[in-house]
DNA sequence: TCCCAGGTCCTAC
DNA sequence: GTAGGACCTGGG
């Protein structure tokens, strides 16, 4: 089955590839046709269509959670318009035309990022390949077989020498022990849809962050941009700390020493703060650029 | 061989 | 409140 997504004008490329979501990949050198799953589905994407490989049986509702995935609410043009322009920004909005924010299952955004912590990107789509093949149900489709992100069920139940073996290290038990807190039901996040952003921010941070969750603020708010759509969300991490230091700091007033300093809770949301004020409803859309610009820069540099 | 990675937690001030 | 260290493990 195929879906017409040439209105959505996004670029698979930039949207797959500037770290929101892990399991895709392309399928030609050209990063033209990028393959993975939404949920039991098995899909191919370019530009302008996205199609399901695998047969299930109710297919409209399988359609329409695909299409969800990337967000058709957005209008991306005229969220980018709406956004307070600087040369940086500018120029990273010229770059990667097309970048979108998706709206991913909460719980598998969630895990991935808490299996980003310390890691750097191939290792982190390893890892989250490894819980998929270990603790996913196969999918099949006419591309091979798949497997779904697992179920909370499954990680909760799993043994620690089996999550070990996924090579997520010491995360093992963060991994255990949300999916603990969301099979016996004592955080739903999908409920955490209708709430204002700083709401549901408050309802994970209090129930997953300390020793044994392991969620911190940038985790909380990957979760919050990538999959629950809080638009207004500005994670901050390694990268956007250089950001705002070279492009961000004077303008907005944000003394320099307070970004030489280890990034503390405070430093945390005093810049994310910052930036969230900055930007307005899509800071989420000015972090998700600005991220992508900075990492190709530097890159360029090395 | 060694350092580092889309962070977070703990400990000692 | 916060600096400084530890943390699994694969990649560079």
Not at 93 to 105: A, H, S, V, Y
């Amino acid at each position: 089955m195929d879906l017409d997504v040439s209105a959505l004008k996004f670029n698979p490329s930039y949207t797959f590839d500037c770290g929101q979501a892990f399991r895709w990949r392309p399928v030609d050198s050209q990063k033209s046709i990028w393959v993975g799953a939404i949920g039991r589905s098995v899909i191919s994407v370019t530009r302008d269509r996205v199609r399901i490989h695998s047969q299930e049986v109710h297919a409209q509702h399988h359609s329409d959670k695909v299409l969800d995935y990337f967000t058709p609410e957005d209008d991306l043009d005229s969220i980018l318009e709406r956004l307070p322009k600087d040369e940086f920004l500018s120029g990273a909005i010229r770059e990667f035309p097309g970048l979108r924010i998706l709206t991913q299952d909460p719980w598998e955004c969630l895990v991935s990022f808490v299996c980003s912590i310390n890691k750097n990107i191939p290792a982190i789509k390893l890892a989250i390949e490894n819980l998929c093949d270990r603790f996913g149900d196969p999918i099949s489709s006419d591309i091979g077989i798949y497997h779904t992100f697992p179920s909370p069920e499954a990680l909760a139940n799993a043994k620690q020498s089996d999550l070990l073996s996924c090579k997520v290290g010491f995360r093992w038990k963060y991994i255990k022990y949300i999916a603990m807190k969301i099979q016996s039901g004592e955080l739903n996040l999908e409920s955490l849809r209708n709430l204002s952003y700083e709401d549901a921010r408050q309802a994970i941070v209090s129930k997953l962050s300390g020793r044994t969750f392991g969620v911190g603020p940038k985790v909380a708010d990957c979760a919050l941009l990538f999959s629950l759509h809080k638009t207004n969300a500005f994670p901050i991490d390694v990268w956007m700390s250089r950001c705002i230091r070279e492009h961000y700091a004077s303008m907005l007033r944000i003394e320099k020493t307070v970004l030489k300093k280890s990034l503390t809770p405070r430093t945390y949301a005093l810049l994310s703060g910052t930036m969230r004020l900055h930007f307005g409803k899509y800071a989420g859309y000015a972090q998700q650029y600005l991220y992508m610009k900075t990492r190709t820069d530097s890159l360029y540099s090395r």
